[in-house]
């Protein structure tokens, strides 16, 4: 079970989403994916984050308008999916929604304005991919661009020293300390430590070091009960599995445990999978009995 994967993309997509909301740094984000945005521009910036508090709904980590022109949509990603194609539309079309029901938008009448989308995924995983896009129409469609495409930057690097290199090399001391001191507070202290002293995000740790300490605590808590949920779940399946006496039964277990983990913690059907630890190769086993 690669548990130890999910637990490091949710302390870092929190920090991510933290650091994100404050419209200083969301600021200086814009500068880096956006070169020759105004500073009137700026300052009309406007956060559009889907949320998804009290009730079971799409969200993602971070969308913010400028003006009424640009819609960036932006998720942070530690493992490699094309999936990403898939959700980010869905992102948009969902914030959509939401901006046409607030102002009372008919979108039966009249040819409506609507805000053009940029989509980019934070990627700071380990593995190496070239393409600078991932294409709709090219992972699901052959290529087919006829009927729907859709096109997620992926950024895996930027200028040394701006907001967005200092949050892929936080990721990077974030996975080292774990590395060395495993999933505990001492990781997570000297995470912030290496932080202010490198000058990694310097100003937002040293404001904020207690909240972020103890939110990644939180979260390496959290996981360590899950952890131990899961492996309970994981065994109880394989008992069922050998009392039944037929691989059915076990693939059964599994789809409860995938169902449990879905609703309990939020998951879509693939964070579910990448939780479990099941090789990317076999989800297609249990991808249609999970949607």
């Not at 740094?25 to 009290?54: A, D, F, G, H, W």
């Not at 300390?177 to 202010?196: F, H, L, N, P």
């Amino acid at each position: 079970m690669n548990t130890e994967a999910v637990i490091k993309r949710k302390v870092k997509d929190s920090v991510f989403t933290a650091l994100f909301g404050d419209k200083k740094y969301l600021k200086e984000l814009c500068r880096v994916l956006e070169p020759n945005v105004t500073e009137e521009e700026l300052e009309s910036i406007t956060i559009v984050t889907l949320q998804n508090i009290l009730v079971d709904d799409l969200y993602n980590d971070l969308g913010f308008m400028v003006g009424n022109k640009l819609l960036f949509l932006i998720e942070a990603q530690s493992t490699w999916t094309e999936n990403m194609a898939v959700r980010c539309p869905m992102y948009y079309f969902k914030t959509l929604q939401e901006m046409f029901s607030e102002n009372k938008v008919n979108v039966y009448g009249k040819k409506v304005k609507i805000p053009k989308p940029e989509f980019y995924v934070i990627y700071t995983g380990k593995e190496k991919h070239k393409d600078e896009y991932i294409s709709l129409a090219d992972a699901f469609f052959s290529g087919d661009a006829s009927v729907m495409d859709v096109k997620v930057k992926v950024v895996s690097g930027s200028a040394e020293g701006d907001i967005l290199d200092q949050y892929i090399t936080f990721t990077k001391i974030c996975d080292e300390q774990i590395k060395a001191y495993g999933r505990s507070k001492e990781a997570v202290v000297e995470t912030v430590k290496r932080c202010i002293a490198d000058n990694v995000l310097r100003e937002f740790m040293q404001s904020r070091e207690k909240e972020v300490i103890d939110m990644m605590d939180t979260l390496f808590n959290e996981e360590q009960i899950l952890e131990a949920a899961f492996a309970e779940k994981e065994k109880e399946a394989k008992e069922e599995g050998m009392q039944q006496g037929m691989q059915q039964g076990m693939q059964q277990g599994m789809i409860n445990i995938l169902k449990s983990l879905m609703t309990t913690n939020d998951l879509t059907a693939e964070g579910a999978l990448s939780m479990s630890g099941i090789p990317q190769n076999e989800w297609g086993r249990y991808i249609s009995q999970l949607r």
